[in-house]
């Protein structure tokens, strides 16, 4: 199993300790990162009715960097008039873009305004950011950008003067209207939009996730250390011969260990040696330990008291 952002919110709200004040804003953070999967799927599945004789590629979930600059795309389409980046933001209520001042707000069922990032911005970024990738990648190509509103419950209030937006339902005749007002120029073959995909997917790179606790600065003693039992909600389970349950309820589990170290590299960081995870599963038999780490989702450098362990990159995804 991988660790996208909202499993690791997930395990971190697990072991978050009763009565922290983060515990709410963690929940807030996970209904977000849930909601944006969400609208992803959303906006995928409404993608099936672009139907068009025109040659095209499209591409979900493009991460790609220039030099320290790291920039993941929902959807990138290639026509054979230009690029086209899809934006989906999955956000309810009466939606305002106040172009004068560049604000982005909403108001919800209960009249509360909350200003949010400006995504008509993140949009413009991923454009001027897909120019300069195309250049440096010799593909040579317009590069146009359509921001989605894919919640059953928005409402477009007012909208940004820079970028198309629209709500995902109305997705499809944007994209053609798009691809339509583009000025007819020379026009990309089957086959070089075929060479330009797989230029950019031989240059993909995972988006990775920090862990919780360095992208929110928390402090590390507000979570609780141990091996979760999800029967209970406790932390007691322990190694028992050959198994692991747990002490309070008698939950018998096969996996509690390598959800436990999971659960660590998901909080703290993506290495550690074999005592900082001793200390973490509050286990003292560096046996166990090393057998836990030696599943496959583990990377191991150096040797012997040396070693340090990390989870391989593909366990580590950004949504």
């Known amino acids: 199993m991988t660790l996208t952002k909202a499993d690791m919110l997930n395990r ?24 944006g999967i969400r609208g992803e799927k959303r906006l995928q599945r409404k993608f099936v009715e672009f139907y068009s004789s025109e040659p095209f590629e499209i591409l979900w979930n493009t991460s790609l960097t220039l030099g320290n600059w790291p920039v993941q795309i929902d959807g990138l389409l290639l026509t054979q008039k230009a690029a086209i980046i899809l934006e989906s933001k999955n956000i309810s209520g009466e939606l305002h873009f106040e172009n004068s001042t560049g604000e982005f707000y909403r108001r919800d069922s209960n009249g509360i305004k909350t200003v949010m990032d ?8 991923h454009i001027r950011f ?5 250049e440096e990648n010799k593909i040579r ?23 198309r937006t629209c709500r995902h339902h109305h997705m499809i005749e944007f994209l053609f209207k798009t691809i339509n007002e583009i000025p007819t120029g020379p026009q990309l073959s089957k086959q070089t939009l075929q060479k330009y995909r797989k230029t950019i997917e031989s240059q993909l790179t995972p988006f990775i996730q920090k862990p919780i606790s360095v992208q929110y600065s928390l402090d590390p003693n507000l979570f609780e250390v141990g091996i979760y039992c999800e029967a209970c ?7 028992l011969q050959r198994r692991w349950q747990c002490a309070t309820c008698g ?10 170290v999971k659960d660590y590299f998901a909080l703290f960081g993506f290495q550690a040696n074999n005592e900082e995870i001793r200390k973490f599963l509050k286990i003292n038999n560096r046996h166990i330990v090393k057998r836990l780490l030696s599943q496959n989702f583990i990377s191991k450098d150096g040797s012997r008291r040396h070693s340090k362990y990390s989870l391989n990159d593909a366990e580590i995804l950004s949504e």
């Open 141 to 163: 190509m317009r590069v146009d950008g359509l921001l989605v509103f894919t919640a059953l419950q928005a409402e477009l209030c007012s909208l940004p003067h820079t970028i």
């Open 130 to 134: 897909l120019k300069t990738w195309f």
């Open 118 to 125: 400006n995504p008509a911005v993140q949009v413009e970024k």
């Open 12 to 35: 971190a709200i697990n072991r978050m300790k009763e009565n922290s004040p983060d515990r709410e804003f963690l929940e807030r953070e996970l209904f977000k990162a849930e909601a």
């Open 233 to 239: 909600k406790t932390f007691n389970v322990s190694r």
């Open 251 to 260: 939950q018998i589990s096969a996996n509690a260990g390598e959800e436990a």
